[in-house]
């Protein structure tokens, strides 16, 4: 699954669903963005997207991590192509990895316990039914969870069991 925007005469991917490569030594370079909030508009995502693709020049990221707040409101198609739209400068087909924010609910109106966009967009296949998930690399594991508790209900119980279970079994060194 990819988004792909043509530019000119070539298409360019936009969003890598594929969960990281796991091919990696532990001993080699390691990269990570990490960003969160950019539902504040297009014009202010497109100063910060600016920013970022600077940086990125001559840097590869393993992935890029987003921490929720995507769009201001996750139920509205147009927000998440305008997302798209800005990020596909530092996208650059890089995956990207995100927590459900409070905003990905907004303006929804289905009763899933992750927003139907988000699921569109941003979950990789595999994820759990509440929004959380974890992905192993040599140099660490990152266990994302589903902090809007309100909306998955008895479901933060089963997180919690599952954040718990996933923490015992790390492997640490």
Known sequence: YRISFLKKTKTVDVLNRKVPGHKCNVNDEFIFGFISDTQQGKERHSRVAQVIEEHLNNTKLNFLLH?????????????????????????????????????????????????????KYMRWAGSQ??????????????????????????????????????LMRAEFE
Do not use: C
């Open 67 to 119: 921490t929720g707040d995507i769009v201001h409101h996750g139920g509205l198609v147009d927000e998440w192509l305008n997302y798209f739209t800005v990020a596909q400068s530092y996208l650059k087909g890089t995956p990207i990895v995100a927590a459900v924010g409070n905003h990905e609910y907004w303006k929804t109106t289905e009763t899933s316990y992750v927003p139907n966009n988000f699921e």
């Open 129 to 166: 039914e509440f929004g959380y998930m974890t992905a192993v690399f040599p140099q660490f594991q990152l266990v994302i969870i589903n902090s809007n508790f309100e909306k998955i209900g008895k479901g933060q119980d089963r997180q919690l069991r599952w954040v718990e279970d996933t």
